[in-house]
């Protein structure tokens, strides 16, 4: 999206509204650039496999071929459960949206205010917090939804955990 003017964006937006049995999936929406702050490659490592993971499993969603690739990734580090627990997390989002969830393509360097926010769900689950995870999700879920999302962001952090994927609460958390 990169060269794209806001009103094209939001036309493109409008004109591709999620319709149809798979409308919820469908509501993981592309930003502009300009409303991102963050360089995915400032990110440790951690935080840049869990945002290309989502950002994965959600062009996958889109229609590209990329299960091999989450499947060899999450197997890589041994931790081929994780994936099943990224899956429940991302298709939780997807289904309680009560607005389009901003993610880039996996490629794309920016990081959306949405997917720092994910990323800080998934370092203050790593860090034992039990309230903030429920209160980042409410930005864009249903209250009972972003619930259920916190608790399986909370099991997915673990399962990164456990593969020594750490998201330090000393990163700069700011969305709560």
């Given at each position: 999206?990169?060269g794209?003017?806001?009103?094209?964006?939001?036309a493109?937006a409008?004109a591709t509204?999620p319709?149809?049995p798979?409308a919820?999936?469908?509501s993981?929406a592309p930003?502009d650039?300009?409303d991102c702050q963050?360089d995915?490659?400032?990110?440790?490592?951690?935080?840049?496999?869990?945002?290309?993971?989502?950002?994965?499993?959600?062009?996958?969603r889109?229609?590209q071929?990329?299960?091999h690739a989450?499947?060899?990734?999450?197997?890589r580090?041994?931790q081929?459960q994780?994936l099943?627990?990224l899956?429940?997390?991302?298709?939780?989002?997807?289904?309680?949206?009560?607005?389009?969830?901003?993610?880039?393509?996996a490629?794309?360097?920016?990081v959306?205010?949405d997917e720092a926010?994910?990323?800080?769900?998934l370092r203050?689950?790593?860090?034992?917090?039990q309230?903030?995870?429920?209160?980042l999700?409410?930005?864009?879920l249903r209250?009972a939804?972003?619930?259920?999302?916190?608790?399986l962001?909370h099991?997915?952090a673990?399962?990164?955990?456990e593969?020594g994927?750490h998201f330090?609460?000393s990163?700069?958390a700011?969305?709560?």
């Amino acid at each position: 999206m990169t060269g794209v003017e806001p009103e094209q964006t939001a036309a493109a937006a409008t004109a591709t509204a999620p319709t149809g049995p798979n409308a919820r999936e469908r509501s993981l929406a592309p930003v502009d650039i300009r409303d991102c702050q963050r360089d995915r490659l400032d990110l440790p490592f951690a935080e840049q496999f869990a945002l290309w993971a989502m950002r994965l499993w959600v062009d996958g969603r889109r229609g590209q071929p990329v299960d091999h690739a989450l499947e060899g990734a999450f197997r890589r580090l041994h931790q081929p459960q994780a994936l099943r627990r990224l899956e429940l997390f991302m298709l939780s989002l997807a289904h309680g949206a009560i607005r389009p969830i901003r993610l880039w393509p996996a490629c794309s360097r920016p990081v959306s205010d949405d997917e720092a926010r994910l990323l800080d769900l998934l370092r203050y689950s790593q860090a034992g917090e039990q309230f903030a995870p429920a209160l980042l999700c409410r930005s864009f879920l249903r209250p009972a939804a972003a619930a259920v999302t916190a608790r399986l962001g909370h099991d997915l952090a673990a399962e990164l955990a456990e593969a020594g994927l750490h998201f330090p609460l000393s990163r700069q958390a700011c969305h709560v």
